[in-house]
């Protein structure tokens, strides 16, 4: 059974830092794209960051670029998502999600998501 659980939010600062973790459970993480999204109150859910299957490659959208790493360990089959610089607008719940089974380089189709951890961003 495909699982994935989030992990590592909370209250933070501004400037603060937050290392949130994605466990993967019934799937091997490095052979599909898995992505960090966020969904802030009354905003549409966006992707942030994303780390394909293939070739490790990360990608970040503008609103994550020179703040966020995504990095992924196989040996703990766990996706992380590094956070650095954070800023009150950074305020979501965060969700990591897997592309199984469909086009991998973080192209879309994730279909498996986790229960979300929520971060808040004091001023």
């Known amino acids: 059974q495909v699982q994935l659980v989030e992990s590592g939010g909370g209250l933070v600062q501004s400037g603060g830092s937050l290392k949130l973790s994605c466990a993967a459970s019934g799937f091997t993480v490095a052979a599909y794209s898995i992505g960090w999204f966020r969904q802030a109150p009354g905003k549409e859910r966006e992707r942030v960051s994303c780390i394909s299957g293939a070739g490790n490659k990360s990608y970040h959208e503008d609103v994550a670029e020179g703040r966020f790493t995504i990095s992924r360990d196989n040996a703990k089959n766990t996706v992380y998502l590094q956070m650095n610089d954070l800023k009150p607008e950074d305020t979501a719940i965060y969700y990591c999600?897997?592309?199984?089974?469909?086009?991998?380089?973080?192209?879309?189709?994730?279909?498996?998501w986790g229960q979300g951890t929520q971060v808040t961003v004091s001023s």
């Open positions: 999600a897997a592309a199984i089974g469909v086009l991998d380089f973080c192209l879309g189709g994730f279909n498996s």
